[in-house]
């Protein structure tokens, strides 16, 4: 395989440089520009709004001992700042646009000639404006997936410039964001993983032990997170309570159809919900066994790619990797939410643009026709984007298009009907919730809402 080259985007002048950038920049901000009129939603509440703990740096430094201390801690800042929804969402919208320009610097790495620059701009853009990423944009407690991303590939890209330029200081920057990552949510201990990921598909490989010592620090840090979390009470608690939903055998199962799921809305995100609902498997059917002969496919074609062509087999292994601590053998009450796939999609944009561009160069695609198929990719994903963001503007509007996109879900339906109790309107309420115990007449919460306005 070719050694990793550092040529830039085949443009000329000065300004070079900034031309990636600002289309990153212009595209997030044509696909995002709606976004600011979203409202508090769903778990915002217990989250951020009726959260003290969250409302001065007083109470967060009480609350050290809890769980995602730098989560909290944004939300804190952004609290001070002005409590609307406003300040959370430019903060968020930033968040993502720093995580675009890093998926760029990362991704233009795998240069094998002189358009790599392009596949790995085509990439981050489809990365950014794909209608998926909404939850982790609009949805302001989304920040989660978001802000972890950040420190994740911020790591990366100082483990990568620590190699390169043989800095012990940027190795220490790497370990310290790997440290923030982990700090923000937990599904970064994965980290170390995708270093060595990397260095087996960029072409610096040396084999399994220098590439361990290249990371040995970040080896050192899972082992001591590991440790904390292990002993964390709340951690424990939260484990506990995790392991009595279903069996992990039965939870592997329901994963197949969960990652399944991710995957098909990434390739189609027509159907996006703040609440699917996906059918609990109880024993293994011929449709399962067929998602997970697809899933071990791609698996499959993942590792055989590493070699040949490194950009596929980076790209679908970067996808399962980032999907093991949320849909794997840990259960879930919920089985999937769409920002689940906000740094898993680095990974499928990078392996589709790279394929595209090897069957551009195979057919002999000039340049002029290949942007215009990329633009024919992103004009849709973009529209579809600001049609999401639509949904994020009033707690009605969101679950009525998640009922829309769940009609059997009786909890969208009671959050439905909440939604309409808290604008006065207690004829929608009640109608919401009367649907909500029709689809689960046991549904406590439904009937207690529905026994406080009255029949």
């Known amino acids: 395989m070719k050694p990793i080259s550092h040529q830039p985007l085949p443009t000329k002048g000065k300004s070079a440089r900034f031309i990636a950038p600002a289309l990153i920049l212009g595209a997030i901000a044509l696909a995002y520009f709606n976004s600011f009129s979203g409202a508090f939603q769903y778990d915002d509440f217990k989250v951020i709004v009726d959260n003290p703990r969250v409302h001065g740096l007083a109470a967060w430094l009480g609350d050290l001992r809890g769980i995602r201390p730098l989560l909290k801690l944004s939300y804190t800042l952004n609290w001070m700042a002005g409590p609307s929804p406003w300040g959370f969402h430019v ?34 853009l489809v990365f950014t404006v794909h209608p998926a990423q909404t939850e982790a944009v609009t949805y302001i407690c989304g920040r989660s ?38 700090l923000t949510k937990e599904t970064a201990l994965t980290l170390p993983f995708a270093l060595l990921l990397w260095d087996r598909a960029a072409g610096t490989w040396r084999g399994l032990g220098p590439a361990l010592r290249a990371s040995s620090l970040h080896w050192i840090l899972l082992m001591a997170l590991c440790a904390g979390l292990a002993l964390h009470p709340m951690q424990r608690s939260l484990l506990a309570a995790s392991f009595s939903f279903r ?22 995100p027509v159907h996006l919900n703040i609440d699917p609902m996906l059918p609990v498997a109880t024993r293994l059917t011929w449709a399962i066994t067929g998602e997970a002969s697809l899933l071990l496919s791609l698996l499959g074609l993942g590792l055989f790619s590493l070699r040949s062509r490194p950009w596929l087999g980076f790209g679908l292994l970067w996808f399962f990797l980032h999907l093991i601590p949320t849909n794997s053998f ?9 920002r689940q796939l906000y740094l898993p999609s680095l990974g499928l944009a990078i392996a589709l643009m790279g394929t595209a561009r090897a069957g551009f160069r195979r057919f002999d695609v000039c340049g002029k026709w290949a942007a215009a198929c990329l633009l024919l990719l992103l004009l849709p994903l973009v529209a579809r984007t600001i049609l999401r963001n639509r ?21 969208a339906y009671n959050n439905l009907g909440y939604a309409y109790l808290l604008q006065g309107d207690k004829e929608q309420a009640r109608k919401a919730f009367e649907a909500a115990l029709a689809l689960d007449p046991g549904y406590g919460k439904a009937r207690s809402n529905l026994d406080a306005i009255g029949r």
């Open 91 to 124: 903060v968020n919208l930033a968040i993502h646009c720093a995580n675009g320009f890093l998926a760029f610097t990362l991704l233009k790495r795998f240069a094998v000639d002189e358009d790599a620059g392009l596949m790995a701009l085509a990439a981050a």
């Open 145 to 182: 997936s978001s802000l972890m991303a950040l420190f994740y590939l911020a790591s990366l890209v100082a483990h990568i410039q620590a190699k390169e330029r043989r800095l012990r200081a940027w190795n220490l920057l790497s370990v310290l964001l790997f440290l923030l990552a982990c």
């Open 247 to 268: 069996s992990i055998p039965m939870n592997l199962l329901n994963q197949v159809q969960a990652q399944v799921h991710l995957l098909g809305i990434w390739c189609w």
């Open 330 to 338: 840990i259960p879930r009450l919920d089985l999937v939410n769409d």
């Open 391 to 411: 949904d994020y503007r009033t707690e009605i509007a969101l679950w009525r298009s998640s009922v829309a996109e769940a009609p059997l879900n009786p909890r």
